[in-house]
T-cell receptor
């Protein structure tokens, strides 16, 4: 069974640029959630994708967007990068069952540095 | 609005002793809680959970206690081992925005160091 994978591992961008981060979900999982973990903080929920549609969003501006593909992999796109976007971006996949908590399995993350 | 708080950024204990990590929450709608462990360069991994219908859950060396009236939970590790050194996060899932409990709200984390 393949776990959650993310690419790239590290990324350096400059302010104003755009970035795309990728996530492959664990086999059998149909839901992907993205989190931002700033230094010294806990992960913050960005949004979740289920059946290729955004299904819940945290307190992040519209320049954070995403996609989910038919194979349940996902992308996180961030436009107009700001210095504060520097963080570890975590992807988590789960097999969604309504009405209960579905354990989320996390990837190793992508470390984004904005200069 | 920090709904889940871990007020101790770090904790240092000797091998073999007990580690106690604390977590407070403010949202009374939370009914399930989890502890995650995170090593550097790895994603968080699930450690142990507790439902609000219980006040204790035990799994080997790890025990989580829940005090609903105080909105407080704690993770006990006995005995602590050097391999337990990691960042520990408490988290609570909620149904906000129809995510069907897909949104996890995390605390800030506590860095545990277990000295040999």
């Amino acid at each position: 069974e393949t776990g959650v994978t993310q690419s790239p591992t590290h990324l350096i961008k400059t302010r104003g640029q755009q970035v795309t981060l990728r996530c492959s979900s664990q086999s059998g999982h149909n839901t992907v959630s993205w989190y931002q973990q700033a230094l010294g903080q806990g992960p913050q929920f960005i949004f979740q994708y289920y059946r290729e549609e955004e299904n819940g969003r945290g307190n992040f501006p519209p320049r954070f967007s995403g996609l989910q593909f038919p194979n349940y992999s996902s992308e996180l796109n961030v436009n107009a990068l700001e210095l504060d976007d520097s963080a570890l971006y975590l992807c988590a996949s789960s097999a969604r069952l309504a009405g209960s908590y579905n354990e989320q399995f996390f990837g190793p993350g992508t470390r984004l540095t904005v200069l | 609005d920090q709904q889940v708080k871990q007020n101790s950024p770090s904790l240092s204990v000797q091998e073999g002793r007990i580690s106690i990590l604390n977590c407070d929450y403010t949202n009374s709608m939370f009914d399930y809680f989890l502890w995650y462990k995170k090593y550097p360069a790895e994603g968080p991994t699930f450690l142990i959970s507790i439902s609000s219908i219980k006040d204790k859950n035990e799994d080997g060396r790890f025990t989580v206690f829940l005090n609903k009236s105080a909105k407080h939970l704690s993770l006990h590790i006995v005995p602590s081992q050097p391999g337990d050194s990691a960042v520990y996060f408490c988290a609570a899932p909620d149904n906000a925005g129809g995510t069907s409990y897909g949104k996890l709200t995390f605390g800030q984390g506590t860095i545990l160091t277990v000295h040999p």
